[in-house]
């Protein structure tokens, strides 16, 4: 199964399990990842969400390039960047904390699932960058916007986005991408981050959640990421993007 979700004590877990393909993204993910929206969304005993990746080496290394690499117009690339941009916009107004748990490489759409969450927690080995404008695109699932609606250094968020650097967990920190960052066991990071935050009520978390969501809805966050995988549809059908997806997948 290309992922796993756990339910367990109020913490759903959405696990990417794809590491033979550092956990990239294909339709068997966004499909389990759609179930799952709708279970947390549905479930008021759930008090935490979380999504990771299996194995040690990645979180999540973006959309699968070989699966995708079939749409070659903005036609034909569309329906895949907005049906995930969708879905990570409905990962973001979960009314409940949503935690990245970086176990590893965040790289491309990797990035913008762990940007659509609340928290990110990082591995030290891990590293991470946007590195689609090394694709000669865009971010194509919404994270740009989300990065705008929560980074609070527009300049750095620029930067972070435009540079397409990988960048280690350290630096990530630094930029006030990573809100932790931790060494060793990832699940005993994940327990020592939750047993801190259930010190407070959970109807807190809930309450200054709906506060944030009501921000970003009044402030067009789902359109904005729509148009931002429209964006990156019409820079898809260039030459520039297929010739560098062809390097990548024949390893040159
Ligand atoms: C499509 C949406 C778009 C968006 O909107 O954001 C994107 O996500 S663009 C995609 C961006 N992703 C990439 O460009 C892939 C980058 N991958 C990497 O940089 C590295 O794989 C890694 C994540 C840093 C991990 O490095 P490493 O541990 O050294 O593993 P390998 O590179 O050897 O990979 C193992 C294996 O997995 C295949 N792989 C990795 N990522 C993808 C991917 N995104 N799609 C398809 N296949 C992927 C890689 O080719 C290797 O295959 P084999 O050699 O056949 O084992």
């Not at 799952?36 to 299996?54: N, P, Q, R, W, Y």
């Amino acid at each position: 199964m290309s992922y796993k979700i756990e339910i367990t004590n109020g913490i759903a877990t959405f696990t990417i399990n794809r590491p033979e393909m550092r956990n990239a993204i294909n339709y068997a993910v966004m499909d389990g990842l759609e179930t799952f929206l709708s279970k947390v969304e549905s479930d008021d005993s759930i008090a935490f969400a979380v999504i990771t990746g299996a194995g040690d080496r990645a979180f999540c290394s973006g959309g699968d390039l070989s699966e995708f690499h079939g749409f070659r117009t903005a036609k034909e690339a569309y329906p895949m960047l907005s049906r995930m941009a969708g879905l990570l916009y409905r990962l973001s107004i979960l009314p409940v904390p949503v935690i990245a748990l970086v176990n590893g490489a965040a790289v491309g759409g990797g990035c913008e699932i762990a940007s659509s969450c609340d928290y990110r927690l990082v591995s030290s080995k891990a590293k991470g960058g946007f590195i689609q404008g090394t694709l000669a695109i865009t971010s194509g699932w919404g994270g740009a916007s989300q990065l705008f609606a929560k980074m609070n250094n527009h300049t750095a968020t620029l930067k972070f986005l435009s540079e397409a650097k990988v960048h280690t967990a350290q630096q990530l920190q630094s930029i006030g991408w990573a809100t932790d960052v931790f060494e060793g066991d990832a699940q005993e990071a994940l327990e020592n981050f939750i047993s801190d935050k259930k010190k407070i009520h959970p109807s807190v978390h809930k309450a200054y959640k709906k506060l944030a969501i009501t921000n970003w809805t009044q402030t067009g966050l789902k359109d904005r990421m729509i148009e931002e995988a429209a964006q990156c549809a019409k820079l898809w059908e260039s030459d520039a993007h297929h010739e560098a997806v062809d390097r990548f997948l024949n390893k040159e």
